[in-house]
């Protein structure tokens, strides 16, 4: 801890000390405006975490957060599978899904907002909806079970050996640390675990409700890691903008007890209500003052699926966006934006019974708003990631770092551009400065794939085999834009995004406009020169696999590559109706020395002659595949097809 806090904290010792002058005495001090933090962490006593949680709940109370800083934020599968998993970053590690599949049985998260009439659940929350395949692949339901609280609509899954993970919450929590989760009150997320040994007798093992909001979670083994953010909120704050106000706003939070402040976990098996942590086991910027602080906590759970009672929670005092994970670390990010932005990333060492503090990142510039975590790899100890910076007149920076850890710090050992090879990432203007931003990054190995856009596509290869020299290698220009990158094997990489066209606005200026979803598949066994197998346009389309890549199904055959995405758009009718229209797409990549991409047909939702339910978007479709099947999930329903003639459809489910 910093000398700084060490002063500060015998002046507040003293000031403890004299109970009976301490109204008198107390004074607002001149805090420092709220910011994420940009130092590492340190370990903190429980009047230290006390003093900058208390801060931080003060200038909130104030409106003390950076207004300026508000306003900038809101302008793999393996070859001898049978049916396809959830798509996720690292094979190793489980991501969350609404749709689960164990080669018989499906499990579906529903939302009684997205009944039929005809099929309405006996439930008002959300349900589990467990249906089994027949020998011909026809599906029928055999157990429903409610899951999560009333006012939880959304509902993802895990699925690991006897045991299905639910976890349900309000909202996905904002990407932006000045979020609407500091204003929306204490709100919580519920873990269902459920036995699902026997599936058509699936029943609940534990619920655990959790004060605040979920960020993220990930499943390693059988270890359930949660990160969330909790916001405490004090009562009878004054509303008032003079002195006093503000000395009694101070006072009350001042005098509030820490317990009080704290997230809770409700155990439903034990009937328990404790602290989801303890006051004395939290980490705070080390650089942290006594006139600093944060108005949040946030806190990475662990919980052994077998055991759902060993369990561990890290406290963090500081804004944490999102994250990225490995089989052995969690890498914790957040962004300040001010005069020059920057972004702190801090790394944690996971085991099964524990999970440690291990270093700190700063690093110039930002992530992007969707897919921040694909900017991040781990290999051999070493995280690789892209950082961009807004320079003046939408011109950009894009740099690659190569670091690793050294102590506390995580060191850049190599970047790209660098001295020796300078060619920017994105393409320049005549002021000889990148106009492109970056719309996809994925890593495959010891390499980087690069999407950048403004008016046309192109896709750059980094060789990364020198952790000291990285180095651009190859590049391809197409129209459109990748927004989403999924390498199938080392030779073939998929891209799904936009097809773009330029068109003049009234005013006669060029403008880029997106024309439809765009599915291409690019040729990358040679890095020097990547090229374009071929490209299917869907006119009109956007697809949920742009900004969420569990949307995208794929199955790995033995001479071909099976991938189902949905799209929506919207068609007028005969009498010129707008008509929304849901579609999951089907493409057969082939193998072999002469890779092709095919359209396979697409098998389309009907609900005729049941009338269909209200505002079921396509943003939670998903697929299953298995080696004869296509399962399209939209809303609570099943449509079933062969896979070679998706269009021959069966449903609702």
């Not at 006051?279 to 919980?303: E, H």
């Not at 920017?424 to 999407?451: F, L």
């Amino acid at each position: 801890m910093s000398y700084r806090f060490l002063l500060g904290l015998m002046s507040v010792a003293l000031l403890a000390a004299c109970n009976s002058d301490r109204e008198q005495s107390l004074q607002v001090p001149p805090l420092n405006t709220m910011q994420p933090a940009l130092s590492p962490l340190s370990a903190a006593n429980t009047t230290q975490f006390s003093i900058y949680l208390k801060n931080g709940i003060y200038q909130r109370a104030q409106g003390g957060w950076n207004e300026a800083a508000m306003q900038t934020l809101l302008n793999g599968i393996s070859p001898d599978m049978q049916y396809s998993r959830t798509t996720s970053q690292e094979q190793t590690v489980a991501e969350a899904n609404r749709v689960q599949y164990d080669g018989q049985y499906l499990y579906v998260a529903a939302s009684p907002w997205h009944d039929l009439e005809a099929h309405q659940s006996s439930t008002q929350t959300n349900y589990l909806r467990v249906l089994t395949a027949d020998a011909d692949g026809l599906l029928t339901e055999v157990k429903q079970l409610p899951l999560g609280d009333a006012e939880q609509p959304l509902t993802s899954l895990y699925h690991h050996q006897q045991t299905l993970v639910a976890i349900s919450q309000s909202q996905q929590f904002s990407i932006l640390p000045f979020a609407f989760a500091r204003f929306a009150g204490s709100d919580h997320f519920t873990v269902d675990l459920l036995d699902v040994s026997v599936p058509a007798q699936t029943s609940k093992i534990n619920t655990l409700h959790i004060d605040g909001n979920l960020i993220d979670s990930r499943v390693i083994g059988d270890q359930l890691y949660l990160v969330s953010h909790y916001y405490p909120q004090v009562q009878n704050l004054n509303n008032g903008d003079d002195d006093a106000a503000r000395l009694a706003n101070y006072t009350t939070i001042v005098n509030t007890k820490l317990t009080e402040l704290l997230p809770k976990i409700n155990d439903t098996r034990h009937a328990t209500s404790q602290p989801l942590i303890q006051g004395d086991s939290c980490l705070v910027p080390k650089d942290a003052t006594t006139l600093d602080g944060y108005d949040g906590i946030t806190t990475i759970t662990r919980i052994a699926l077998s055991d759902s009672d060993n369990r561990t929670t890290l406290c963090i005092n500081s804004a944490l966006d999102g994250i990225y994970v490995n089989e052995s670390h969690l890498y914790a990010f957040s962004t300040r934006y001010d005069s020059q932005v920057k972004t702190a990333v801090h790394k944690f060492a996971l085991t099964d019974e524990d999970i440690n503090y291990a270093a700190t990142g700063v690093f110039n510039g930002r992530l992007q708003s969707y897919y921040p975590n694909l900017r991040f790899s781990a290999k051999g100890g070493q995280l690789r990631i892209v950082m961009s910076e807004d320079l003046s007149a939408g011109h950009y920076r894009h740099t690659l770092y190569v670091t690793e850890q050294q102590g506390n710090n995580l060191a850049v050992i190599g970047q790209y551009p660098n001295t020796a090879q300078d060619t920017p990432i994105g393409k320049t203007d005549d002021s000889g400065q990148v106009s492109e931003d970056i719309y996809a990054v994925r890593y495959v190995d010891e390499r980087a794939y690069i999407v950048t856009f403004e008016r046309v596509d192109p896709l750059y290869v980094l060789d990364l085999s020198s952790s000291t020299a990285p180095n651009l290698v190859g590049s391809l220009e197409v129209s459109g834009y990748s927004a989403y990158l999924q390498p199938l094997d080392n030779h073939l990489l998929l891209g799904i995004g936009q097809q773009t066209d330029i068109q003049q606005d009234p005013q006669g200026n060029p403008r880029i406009v997106s024309t439809g979803t765009k599915v291409s598949l690019f040729n990358v066994a040679d890095l020097n020169n990547p090229q374009l197998i071929a490209a299917e346009v869907i006119a009109g389309a956007y697809s949920p696999v742009e900004f969420d890549y569990h949307a995208l199904s794929w199955l790995a055959m033995p001479d071909q590559y099976r991938l189902a995405l949905p799209v929506e758009r919207w068609l007028t009718d005969s009498n010129e109706i707008w008509q929304r229209q849901n579609q999951m797409l089907a493409f057969n990549v082939s193998k072999g020395t002469s890779p092709q991409l095919t359209y396979n047909g697409s098998s389309e939702v009907h609900y005729a002659p049941l009338p269909a339910p209200d505002f079921v978007d396509a943003s939670r479709d998903r697929a299953v595949l298995n080696s004869t099947m296509l399962y399209y999930v939209h809303g609570n329903y099943v449509w079933q097809s062969p896979w070679q003639t998706p269009a021959m459809n069966s449903g609702p489910r």
